[in-house]
């Protein structure tokens, strides 16, 4: 469990990093869009806060990873689908996002941490569902 917590706490990481780098250099979203890059600032300091709790080992933080992986990724879905500022074409801003490797790289993280962390939730629940077949036999 060490191990899934280590690469929980990697995963965030990357996440915080990549949009710590977003807030950082992309100009136009503070321009255009505030109310995103609020969001995405409060997304970084709540992967900093499960970084936290998962290297503590607190037991909520893989629960709380997955929800804001997965609350994260719809949002930033609903960008690409929806979420253009006001003035701009919605196709010019879907095409200006897809085209942001950043925007796209924390949109891969956040799968990448919402599969960590159903793995870890899930992990312990099948041990003892394994097929007969790949069990170890002590003699």
Same mark, same amino acid.
Do not use: N
């Given at each position: 469990?060490?191990?899934?917590?280590?690469?929980?706490?990697?995963a965030?990481?990357?996440?915080?990093?990549?949009?710590? *780098?977003?807030?950082?250099?992309?100009?136009?979203?503070?321009?255009?869009?505030?109310?995103?890059?609020?969001?995405?600032?409060?997304?970084?300091?709540?992967?900093?806060?499960?970084?936290?709790?998962?290297?503590?080992?607190?037991?909520l /933080?893989?629960?709380?990873?997955?929800? &804001?992986?997965?609350i *994260?990724?719809?949002?930033?879905?609903?960008?690409?689908?929806?979420? *253009?500022?006001?003035?701009?074409?919605?196709?010019?801003?879907?095409?200006?996002?897809?085209?942001?490797?950043?925007?796209?790289?924390?949109?891969? &993280?956040q799968?990448? &941490?919402?599969?960590?962390?159903?793995?870890?939730?899930?992990?312990?629940?099948?041990?003892?569902?394994?097929?007969?077949? /790949?069990?170890?036999?002590?003699?």
């Open positions: 469990m060490r191990l899934v917590r280590l690469l929980l706490s990697m965030l990481a990357g996440s915080a990093a990549v949009g710590v *780098q977003i807030l950082l250099t992309d100009y136009w979203l503070w321009s255009a869009a505030p109310t995103h890059a609020y969001g995405l600032v409060l997304f970084v300091a709540l992967d900093v806060a499960l970084i936290l709790g998962t290297l503590l080992g607190i037991g /933080t893989i629960f709380g990873a997955v929800s &804001i992986a997965i *994260q990724l719809v949002a930033m879905l609903g960008d690409i689908g929806a979420g *253009q500022p006001a003035g701009t074409p919605a196709s010019a801003f879907r095409s200006y996002l897809l085209a942001d490797t950043a925007y796209l790289e924390l949109l891969s &993280i799968i990448l &941490i919402a599969m960590i962390a159903i793995g870890a939730w899930v992990l312990p629940h099948l041990h003892f569902h394994w097929p007969t077949s /790949t069990r170890t036999v002590k003699r």
